[in-house]
């Protein structure tokens, strides 16, 4: 999906913002100096009308031109010197007065011979990080900062014949596999398991990865999507952004919806879960859930209809552990 091109346009207004400011800069730079300095005014009229006349020559005599090309050339260099020691001499950089731009790479046009500058990739990286909700989380909560040592390695569970280390291992690699091949499957995803095991820093490790490959991100609590979804059903004078709020959700890339389990349980939200889930399968684009609930928990919180979709749509993973969260407070502690 990548940026609207509504945010588009605003990136390259802001570009165009930004060669009127430098141009203002420079101009005024231009004013001050050939007023203190009425050499470098003339140096500037001798260059211009330098200029002019080897661009006759080479249009109308070109071979007149390519024997005196060295001889406007040394004029040319002598200009520019000369140029060059005014402002030294008058504690000005020798570049004070050459074009300014915040990106000289593409001369902040965002392009560079047709391609994208870094620049222009940056500014879109922003706005994803931006209507993501997760703009300054994933600095610290992202596959660089995994530990895996928070998860024991030596009592197996039950359920899952593994330790809770050896089956972070396996659900981390199973994430790396969900963004490698995230443009080629829309392959959803359900975390499960106790509080502070682990779920949301996982959303957030994807999230990061695909954020920074240029795919749109929507984070949601189940409190923020359901409290988005009322205020479109029920308030009507905030219409218009919650709709764009909306319409923004069920076209991302991917969606994240976290704790879902904490909202308010009624037939709004089920039926509002089942919609998000249901519009979403239908136009491909993936969806990660994580929650404390149990399997019967969710049938019985918001159907068994919702629950056959997760079954049917959803790759259930379990995430087994202590409370990571507890284990830090107590490491700090000691």
Do not use: W
Request: net charge negative; with cysteine; proline share 2%.
């Amino acid at each position: 999906m990548g940026i609207s091109s509504t945010q588009y346009r605003d990136i390259m207004f802001q570009y165009d913002q930004t060669r009127t400011r430098n141009q203002r800069k420079l101009d005024d730079r231009y004013e001050e100096l050939y007023r203190r300095f009425p050499e470098l005014k003339k140096i500037h009229d001798k260059l211009v009308e330098l200029s002019i006349s080897q661009a006759r020559l080479e249009l109308l005599k070109p071979d007149q031109a390519k024997s005196e090309a060295k001889e406007y050339a040394s004029r040319h260099a002598a200009l520019v010197a000369r140029k060059a020691e005014i402002l030294r001499e008058n504690n000005y950089p020798a570049n004070y007065l050459d074009p300014i731009y915040q990106c000289r790479d593409c001369k902040d046009t965002g392009y560079i011979d047709g391609t994208p500058c870094h620049c222009l990739t940056q500014a879109k990286l922003t706005i994803l990080y931006e209507n993501s909700n997760l703009n300054n989380i994933l600095e610290t909560e992202n596959f660089n900062q995994f530990q895996e040592e928070y998860y024991d390695d030596e009592s197996v569970d039950d359920n899952l014949s593994l330790t809770p280390r050896e089956n972070i291992r396996r659900v981390k690699k199973i994430c790396l596999d969900y963004v490698r091949h995230f443009d080629e499957t829309q392959e959803n995803l359900l975390f499960y398991g106790p509080t502070g095991v682990g779920k949301t820093f996982l959303t957030h490790c994807i999230a990061k990865e695909l954020l920074d490959t240029s795919h749109t991100v929507v984070y949601l609590t189940s409190l923020q999507l359901f409290d988005i979804l009322e205020k479109n059903k029920f308030q009507k004078q905030d219409f218009t952004e919650t709709n764009e709020q909306i319409s923004y959700i069920l076209a991302s890339d991917l969606l994240i919806i976290d704790d879902l389990g904490t909202e308010l349980s009624n037939a709004f939200t089920s039926s509002q879960l089942y919609y998000i889930i249901e519009e979403r399968r239908i136009n491909h684009h993936s969806t990660i859930i994580s929650t404390n609930l149990s399997f019967s928990d969710i049938q019985e919180r918001y159907s068994e209809r919702i629950l056959s979709r997760f079954i049917g749509y959803y790759d259930f993973k379990q995430i087994v552990g202590e409370d990571i969260r507890i284990q830090k407070v107590i490491k700090k502690a000691t």
